[in-house]
């Protein structure tokens, strides 16, 4: 964020897949490639970020990950939408971008608000199906070149996005500067993201993983934007992925005024300790702590002769299960709603991923859910499992049976 190189590491947990990398039944015998998974701390600015960055060629060509398949995710874009329609006051006319947009979930509300949108995202085949569906989408990843082209074909952007996307780049000048190309002096950036103060107040240890390079907060962000002419100008708390933020950002010199609550967040990051190097040390003692309690509840239920299930097979799912070493000896298969996944084993443990009528099937015992962030509408869903007598375990922020 700063340019700094005076960075610390403060995580190491061990090296993974890509949290996305599933396998066929024929890969399981080959090998897998494994990548260090360790999380240093920038002592100028407060940045966290991964200490090896994997390739996006490997990470996003071929990606599984397709948002739509969860309905609190279509309900959160809806209002993501509708958020940003009257605060930026859009109308008809006006033509929105969404980087990583992935099968269209923020474009597609959009749309039917009557505005001309454009995704852009490197997942080739989300990014056909997505245009197939109404929803232009070029299969690239952005930089500067693809902005100019963009800008000639398509004209100018009154907002770009970036949702669960910004966190995922390693070059971050050259992000911001495709946006400043791709925006007029008004335009505006909107990032959305998991918060650095969630995920330290929550333990949200499992959302380390190598598609997510930074672990961002508005102090470290103030840094970036600085060096680049652009300021944060307003900020709103969401609930997505345990806590999230999103962010506007202007270019210097726009109409947009820079309120309040941007230094009240900054003020709230100092406070909790954010920019000292101690605040992760004592993190990385909890996520030890959470593997010892979670990995000793699931070995005494196993040795009760009792069957215990996973439920979502997300990226953030697949670094508890490597780093915890939990695998087909503990769950039995994991159950996933998204039919990409289905019938896949999961990186490195290579727990194979099943439907949700399995579930009826097989009665198992226990539920460990893996997608947390959707706890409780996965526990109401399995009203009836609940009913039959079975229990769930939730992970995080401590593992706890329900």
């Avoid at 948002?67 to 993501?80: G, K, Q, R």
């Avoid at 949200?204 to 100008?233: G, N, P």
């Avoid at 708390?237 to 010199?253: A, E, N």
Wanted: charged content about 25%; glycine content about 6%; some cysteine.
């Amino acid at each position: 964020m700063c340019k700094s190189k005076k960075l610390k590491k403060v995580i190491k947990l061990s090296p993974t897949p890509p949290a996305n990398a599933f396998l066929n039944k024929s890969q399981l015998k080959k090998k897998e490639d494994f990548f260090p998974l360790e999380v240093n701390f920038c002592q100028k600015c407060g940045q966290l970020q991964l200490t090896h960055v994997v390739s996006p060629e490997i990470l996003f060509r071929n990606y599984l990950y397709v948002s739509s398949t969860s309905p609190v995710f279509v309900a959160h874009f809806e209002e993501y939408a509708e958020d940003i329609i009257k605060r930026l006051k859009l109308n008809k006319n006006s033509f929105i971008i969404d980087i990583g947009s992935n099968d269209g979930i923020l474009l597609n509300p959009l749309k039917k608000n009557g505005m001309k949108v454009l995704g852009v995202d490197p997942a080739v085949e989300i990014a056909m199906k997505a245009t197939k569906k109404g929803i232009p989408t070029l299969p690239f990843f952005l930089n500067r070149k693809v902005a100019t082209d963009i800008a000639k074909k398509y004209g100018m952007a009154e907002v770009v996005c970036a949702n669960n996307a910004f966190a995922h780049i390693n070059d971050l000048d050259e992000i911001v500067e495709s946006v400043k190309i791709l925006t007029p002096k008004d335009g505006v950036f909107v990032i959305e993201f998991p918060y650095l103060v969630d995920f330290l107040e929550k333990n949200l240890f499992d959302t380390i993983y190598h598609e997510h390079v930074s672990y961002l907060s508005i102090r470290a962000l103030t840094a970036l934007f600085k060096r680049h002419s652009m300021e944060i100008f307003d900020a709103k708390k969401v609930t997505s992925h345990g806590g999230s933020l999103r962010i506007f950002v202007k270019k210097d010199g726009s109409k947009h005024i820079v309120k309040n609550i941007i230094r009240e967040y900054i003020e709230i990051e100092i406070k909790l300790g954010l920019n000292k190097i101690q605040t992760y040390k004592k993190f990385a003692k909890k996520i030890e702590d959470n593997k010892k309690r979670l990995t000793n509840l699931l070995k005494q239920i196993k040795a009760q002769g009792k069957v215990i299930v996973g439920y979502g097979a997300p990226a953030k799912g697949n670094t508890l299960l490597n780093y915890f070493k939990i695998g087909p000896e503990i769950l039995d298969y994991i159950v996933d709603d998204s039919e990409y996944k289905q019938g896949l084993y999961t990186p490195g443990t290579h727990i194979i991923v099943a439907p949700f009528s399995k579930i009826a099937e097989t009665k198992p015992d226990y539920i460990l859910i893996l997608a947390w962030n959707f706890a409780q509408p996965l526990m109401d869903k399995l009203a009836d499992f609940k009913k039959g007598g079975g229990s769930f375990i939730i992970p995080v922020p401590d593992a706890h049976i329900v």
